[in-house]
């Protein structure tokens, strides 16, 4: 991650809502996504707050709300993020690179070939 990145998240990290820890819960393959998905939900809302940022099933999950009225759905902010989420599913959590979801040892993750073989060749923790 380039130092402009990683200033860009603590500006995430920055938005979570109380109560919520404040962790960015993905690899580093990603912080550019975050990173441009912040920059876009930023003009969409500037005060809009996160809750979670995670992998799931090898795509990222952000849980994010809109700072207008609770009872107003924000369309083009929730599909801002569903974009950002299904572009994730195709690019490597390690590296950003193109990849593809991989089951290894029963976690789903989404790497480039490298990264795949990597993670496979890795000692089982149990």
């Not at 500006?11 to 990603?30: N, T, Y």
């Not at 707050?49 to 999950?61: C, D, E, N, P, T």
């Amino acid at each position: 991650m380039v130092e402009s990145d990683e200033t860009l998240l603590e500006a995430i990290l920055a938005r979570f809502d109380e109560g919520w820890a404040e962790a960015i819960d993905v690899g580093p393959g990603w912080y550019s996504l975050l990173v441009r998905l912040d920059q876009q939900l930023s003009e969409i809302d500037p005060n809009y707050r996160v809750q979670q940022v995670k992998s799931k099933f090898g795509a990222l999950s952000f849980y994010a709300r809109s700072s207008s009225e609770p009872d107003e759905f924000n369309e083009v902010f929730h599909q801002t993020i569903r974009s950002a989420e299904w572009e994730s599913a195709e690019m490597c959590e390690e590296c950003g690179a193109p990849a593809r979801t991989y089951a290894i040892r029963l976690w789903v993750s989404t790497l480039c070939e490298e990264h795949a073989k990597v993670k496979r060749e890795e000692p089982d923790e149990r």
